[in-house]
């Protein structure tokens, strides 16, 4: 079968490493890719919302499966482009449609959600621009720190944590009357704040039957000992020490087997991969969002532990047969080390040339931000590459992943080498 993987990022490069592993693929293609991606398969110069271009090539190049990786296409519809064309309809599409999708797209619709099927979230209220006065009403009967979220998809920015109220009743002005996060926070959630330690469990449905993958967890923060400001992601970890059996076990009576029925309950068609994002509040599991696609950068921890055949478990997504398939998982521990440019999250520059990739022979390096000039791998991003060990035990993971994280060169190349010790 060919396949075509949407993305140009980390997760995408993990994706299509793992896949190249699979006897089931024929051709593997990735729009639009990386420096990293073409050496699984050929990259295509096609954007992830340019759904006209991404039927064209399917049609062209006989594809059988599209796998979409980052978020935006989904929350604008590519499944349902695809089951609107009868000449599309029977290729297969791994991530939800787009009513599913609202479950990331709108934090007001996953609220909601929760709320409906019982699942445990934060107490949260939702106002407008047009209700911005019952908002900062709403505040001063609050108990801080209060969270404050842009409804919308805001690239991972949207989410303001106030510790005054003064800084709350600002915050929220800015995000209703100046559209701090532009459409996005049209609408904000005000959110009881839950104090407690993150992690993600994610789950591979067929919209009926499921699969959990291994739990992972990420570390947002720019500066070691989890400082400064908050980025797409500087490391992960899987597995999670601190959620053995009995919490995960928690996590799936209480969350996933509530989400998948109220999926089915509520008539939303999902066939693809759930990020829930929790928090763990003294042994209690709480949702804190929901992601319509995996994250980055745990897939480059949590794919690394998949031993079972990853295009398997998805052929049993598109056919709705997933409890038929195999998951297997190592028992190993994965640590993941982002390498950023110099500047980000704020400015940045980019094309600086990257060298010692290829004297990496400990850890997997996959690319996020990079492009090929000339045979050459050069920076094209905030987040350029993720070092990823899998080892016996998390200190042996961390301790590879971030000695080789520290074997690779570019100009301005800052990475944390702190990853995961506060777990040990």
């Not at 029977?90 to 999708?101: D, E, H, L, M, T």
């Not at 009967?141 to 969270?147: A, H, K």
């Amino acid at each position: 079968m060919n396949i075509l993987i949407i993305g140009s990022g980390g997760r995408e490069s993990a994706f299509a490493w793992k896949m190249a592993e699979s006897k089931k693929v024929s051709r593997l293609y990735i729009a639009p890719g990386n420096a990293g991606t073409s050496r699984y398969g050929s990259n295509v110069a096609i954007g992830v919302t340019d759904f006209e271009a991404i039927a064209d090539f399917v049609l062209q190049h006989d594809i059988g499966m599209v796998v979409v990786g980052p978020e935006e296409p989904l929350v604008r519809g590519i499944h349902d482009y695809f089951l609107t064309r009868a000449d599309l309809r029977k290729i297969s599409v791994i991530g939800p449609q787009q009513q599913g999708a609202q479950l990331e797209g709108s934090k007001d619709f996953a609220k909601q959600f929760m709320v409906r099927h019982g699942i445990p979230t934060a107490a949260s209220q939702t106002f407008d621009q047009t209700t911005l006065a019952d908002g900062l009403a709403f505040l001063e009967t609050q108990r801080l720190p209060i969270v404050l979220k842009a409804d919308g998809l805001a690239a991972g920015k949207g989410v303001l944590i106030c510790n005054t109220l003064k800084e709350a009743q600002t915050e929220l002005k800015a995000m209703l009357e100046d559209a701090k996060f532009g459409e996005a926070s049209n609408r904000v959630v005000i959110e009881e704040y839950l104090s407690g330690i993150e992690l993600s469990v994610f789950v591979l449905t067929d919209g009926d039957s499921y699969k959990v993958l291994p739990a992972a967890k990420d570390y947002k923060r720019i500066g070691e000992g989890d400082t400064g400001l908050n980025t797409g992601g500087m490391g992960a970890v899987s597995p999670v020490p601190f959620a053995d059996h009995v919490f995960l076990d928690r996590v799936e009576e209480r969350i996933i087997v509530p989400t998948i029925e109220g999926l089915k309950k509520d008539g939303i068609p999902y066939k693809g991969f759930i990020f829930i994002g929790l928090m763990n509040v003294a042994g209690e599991p709480y949702v804190i969002e929901y992601n319509v696609r995996m994250g980055d950068p745990e897939t480059e921890s949590v794919l690394p532990r998949i031993e079972s055949d990853l295009v398997d478990l998805l052929l049993g997504v598109a056919q709705g047969n997933l409890f038929d398939r195999s998951l297997v998982l190592s028992p190993k521990t994965a640590a993941t080390v982002m390498l950023v440019s110099g500047g980000y999250p704020g400015a940045y520059e980019s094309g600086k040339a990257i060298n010692n990739i290829e004297n990496v022979k400990d850890s997997i390096v996959f690319h996020a931000g990079t492009k090929d000039e000339n045979g050459v791998t050069h920076t094209a991003g905030g987040r350029v590459l993720a070092v990823t060990a899998l080892e016996d035990t998390l200190f042996d993971a961390l301790q590879q992943a971030t000695a080789d994280a520290g074997r690779i060169y570019f100009e301005g190349k800052y990475f944390r080498k702190d990853i995961g010790f506060d777990l040990l």
